[in-house]
């Protein structure tokens, strides 16, 4: 990752700026590693909801997990001035946490306490520790940030374990983890029935399961069963984040973008450092055409986040529509630096070396992404595009019947006919795609289609996409 940082200029961190290192499991039972994992995350959105501060979302906190570098190099490569880290010993329901707050810059430590406590007073050490940093770097509190670092989800400490180890599961995207995580956070549920937190757990393993094909369940069942735990969560406390957010998919795979921007505005303003809220509403906005508030929201994201793949990748998205492909090649490197064996990030800075005149460059890197996902119909459609962006027509032709004809991959399959020079064939794939959520793409920005805007097909496309997605 050195070399990432190295290229990546920094500037003077904000004085007001924090990363949570994961607390270190010090218990016996190797098992509790949720529990101190659950501790960190909590801190950090507490922490996050003050809108003074800027807090390093989870992903990235969780990278420096077992680390040893420095605490100095760690604020350097985050941009943060303090650290906040500590320890966590479960036996049983007694639980001993330790912290302290460091200010990175010069090694000095602001705050540290030890806490000794029964389980059943978990939330109240969160709110203290949270509210201990708050006091020692100075941060004003409104009636929003108060409100933020008293928030508990449920009184059952029971209820929150299970929800705890729910999220450590889910958060390991696998198959057998999806399925675990889904009955933790079931017999949360059956704990507490009003705890919004279990059920905001429940639409998002509804919702990563479908994406990453680790259940069975068909479109319609993953969206119904996904919109009834958004639905529920949110009903159960309109003032968490989390819940807007997952509720901002429900409206968005319903076609209602106003909807979900405003619900992913309302996220924002309970939890400003919503990282993945804020990559969202970037998506929104780049759909909407507006790019520049697109390229703001996608980089106020990667500063929260930059080591969450899906996060960089959106910068990089948001750089190459607003016509600044160094920026996008830049940052698409850096999420290669992060996991070089996504394919979707090879293709996407082959497109925007495709789109700089880097032919050569552009069909390597897209051919890797092919050769990495081979069964992929978008990336063979990709590798069409810079194919014939680069006069290799022949080629182009070869690999587009490859990419097969499913709606959802119409926009990709799309771009690479305009570069073929046949619009009538762009607009016919423009027309069958599938403009719902998950599957997008933004016809009023991507530099690919720019050939199109002058022919008033064009103009009705974008008329009959709004319309669509209720925007007029």
């Given at each position: 990752?050195?070399?990432?940082?190295?290229?990546?200029?920094?500037?003077?961190?904000?004085?007001?700026?924090?990363?949570?290192?994961?607390?270190?499991?010090?218990?016996?039972?190797?098992?509790?590693?949720?529990?101190?994992?659950?501790?960190?995350?909590?801190?950090?959105?507490?922490?996050?909801?003050v809108p003074e501060l800027k807090v390093i979302s989870r992903t990235s906190a969780m990278h420096y997990k077992g680390s040893q570098k420095p605490l100095r190099q760690i604020a350097d490569e985050l941009d943060v001035a303090h650290v906040l880290e500590g320890s966590a010993r479960r036996s049983d329901d007694h639980v001993r946490i330790t912290a302290q707050l460091i200010d990175a810059r010069t090694d000095q430590h602001l705050w540290a306490q030890s806490y000794d406590y029964e389980l059943r007073d978990i939330f109240r050490v969160q709110e203290e520790i949270a509210r201990e940093v708050v006091r020692t770097l100075e941060v004003e509190l409104g009636e929003r940030g108060q409100r933020a670092l008293v928030r508990q989800g449920t009184r059952d400490p029971e209820a929150y374990d299970l929800y705890r180890r729910g999220r450590f599961l889910w958060s390991m995207r696998t198959k057998e983890g999806h399925e675990q995580a889904m009955e933790y956070f079931q017999r949360a549920i059956g704990r507490d029935s009003t705890y919004a937190d279990a059920y905001s757990g429940l639409a998002d393993v509804y919702l990563t399961s479908y994406?990453?094909?680790?259940?069975?369940?068909?479109?319609?069942?993953?969206?119904?069963?996904?919109?009834?735990?958004?639905?529920?969560?949110?009903?159960?406390?309109?003032?968490?984040?989390?819940?807007?957010?997952?509720?901002?998919?429900?409206?968005?795979?319903q076609r209602n973008w106003p909807g979900a921007e405003r619900e992913l505005r309302r996220a924002i303003e309970l939890n400003p450092g919503h990282a993945q809220a804020r990559a969202w509403y970037a998506l929104l906005l780049a759909g909407m055409g507006r790019v520049e508030e697109a390229l703001r929201e996608s980089r106020r994201a990667y500063e929260l986040d930059p080591f969450a793949i899906i996060i960089s990748m959106t910068y990089g998205w948001a750089c190459y529509l607003a016509r600044d492909y160094d920026c996008a090649i830049a940052q698409y490197r850096r999420t290669l630096e992060i996991n070089n064996a996504w394919a979707p990030a090879h293709a996407a800075v082959g497109r925007a070396y495709a789109q700089k005149g880097l032919h050569e460059e552009a069909i390597r890197a897209v051919r890797?992404?092919?050769?990495?996902?081979?069964?992929?119909?978008?990336?063979?459609?990709?590798?069409?595009?810079?194919?014939?962006?680069?006069?290799?027509?022949?080629?182009?032709?070869?690999?587009?019947?490859?990419?097969?004809?499913?709606?959802?991959?119409?926009?990709?399959?799309?771009?690479?006919?305009v570069a073929l020079g046949e619009p009538d064939?762009?607009?016919?794939?423009?027309?069958?795609?599938?403009?719902?959520?998950?599957?997008?793409?933004?016809?009023?920005?991507?530099?690919?289609?720019?050939?199109?805007?002058?022919?008033?097909?064009?103009?009705?496309?974008?008329?009959?996409?709004?319309?669509?997605?209720?925007?007029?």
């Open positions: 990752m050195g070399a990432v940082w190295a290229i990546w200029p920094r500037g003077t961190a904000p004085e007001r700026s924090i990363v949570v290192l994961p607390f270190l499991n010090l218990s016996p039972d190797e098992d509790n590693e949720y529990f101190s994992d659950g501790l960190t995350e909590e801190i950090i959105t507490r922490l996050a909801a994406q990453l094909r680790t259940s069975d369940r068909s479109e319609a069942e993953a969206y119904s069963r996904f919109k009834w735990a958004a639905e529920r969560a949110l009903a159960l406390d309109d003032q968490s984040a989390d819940a807007h957010a997952s509720f901002t998919v429900s409206l968005w795979w890797k992404a092919v050769e990495l996902s081979p069964n992929s119909p978008d990336l063979l459609a990709d590798l069409a595009f810079v194919q014939a962006l680069a006069g290799e027509f022949e080629d182009a032709r070869e690999s587009l019947p490859r990419a097969g004809e499913q709606p959802w991959v119409g926009f990709n399959i799309a771009r690479a006919y064939s762009a607009f016919a794939w423009l027309e069958r795609s599938s403009w719902q959520w998950p599957n997008r793409g933004p016809a009023r920005a991507d530099p690919a289609l720019d050939p199109l805007r002058s022919d008033p097909r064009f103009a009705q496309l974008v008329a009959w996409v709004d319309r669509e997605m209720g925007i007029r």
